[in-house]
């Protein structure tokens, strides 16, 4: 089976360093969506946290020897999996960013850790509960405290 994702769009930023991960940046940037897609965006709100998920585009081939590898803030090497480097089999990865505002097919956010130019794939709402999500009807909400 093969796979073909599409940009929607690219995220840009005038940093010159940009953070490791998304939970320890600073960075302001904007998400430049395809404008075929601004009505999409109509719901976005100031404040609101989104999951974007972003092409690794210009991280090295991933290869097997990568499976397991040691993070810089860790003495021992973790399986790729349950670490977030950008050197994975399918270089996706995922952050959370603030919403600053928003322009017609521009997001400006916080919290950036993908570098200028970055394609973007999808955004979704980042939902902590189910009080969060946008399309929320009780009646098909499942219980997910355990």
């Avoid at 020897?65 to 810089?72: F, R």
Wanted: proline share 10%.
């Amino acid at each position: 089976m093969k796979v073909t994702l599409k940009p929607i769009g690219t995220a840009h930023t005038d940093a010159d360093s940009i953070p490791r991960h998304w939970t320890v940046s600073d960075v302001e940037g904007r998400l430049v969506i395809d404008s075929q897609y601004t009505e999409a965006l109509s719901d976005i709100t100031v404040g609101q946290q989104i999951a974007v998920l972003f092409h690794f585009h210009k991280s090295p081939p991933f290869s097997p020897d990568l499976l397991k590898q040691t993070p810089p803030h860790r003495d021992n090497p973790l399986g790729v999996f349950s670490i977030c480097s950008p050197r994975r089999p399918n270089p996706i990865g995922l952050s959370i960013l603030k919403v600053l505002g928003l322009n017609d097919n521009i997001i400006h956010v916080c919290w950036m850790d993908m570098i200028d130019g970055t394609p973007i794939f999808d955004i979704k709402p980042f939902i902590i509960d189910n009080d969060g999500l946008p399309s929320r009807e009780a009646s098909l909400i499942r219980n997910t405290s355990r």
